[in-house]
Nanobody, 127 residues
Framework: QVQLVESGGGLVQPGGSLRLSCAVS????????IGWFRQAPGKEREGVSI????????YYTDSVKGRFTISRDNAKNTVYLEMNSLKPEDTAVYYC????????????????????WGKGTLVTVSS
């Protein structure tokens, strides 16, 4: 059974940094995609970043380019989202999701294709 567990959320001041982790278990294939998505209060869920585990290719939504970095540690079966220069508008519940496919930015607006989801971790950017 595939399980995704997020951690690392919290309260941070504007301009600060956080690193989110997504621990993945149960995947029997080396060929899958992990994505970070977020949902702010009163807003729809949106894609933030995606990484293909097979080759490490990455995608970012425009609003986080240059500030966020997604990476993977295959030995630990963990995907990270390093978030720098955080803004109040980054406040949201952040979810990691997985799918046994090769992903792209297409998944940002079509996140329903992701078969597996974690429960989320709250990130609050406020002074």
């Amino acid at each position: 059974q595939v399980q995704l567990v997020e951690s690392g959320g919290g309260l941070v001041q504007p301009g600060g940094s956080l690193r989110l982790s997504c621990a993945v278990s149960g995947f029997t294939k080396d060929y899958y995609v992990i994505g970070w998505f977020r949902q702010a209060p009163g807003k729809e869920r949106e894609g933030v970043s995606i990484i293909n585990i097979s080759d490490g290719s990455t995608y970012y939504t425009d609003s986080v380019k240059g500030r966020f970095t997604i990476s993977r540690d295959n030995a630990k079966n963990t995907v990270y989202l390093e978030m720098n220069s955080l803004k109040p508008e980054d406040t949201a519940v952040y979810y990691c999701a997985a799918d046994a496919s090769y992903g792209s930015s297409f998944y940002f607006d079509h996140f329903s294709v992701m078969d597996y989801w974690g429960k989320g971790t709250l990130v609050t950017v406020s002074s």
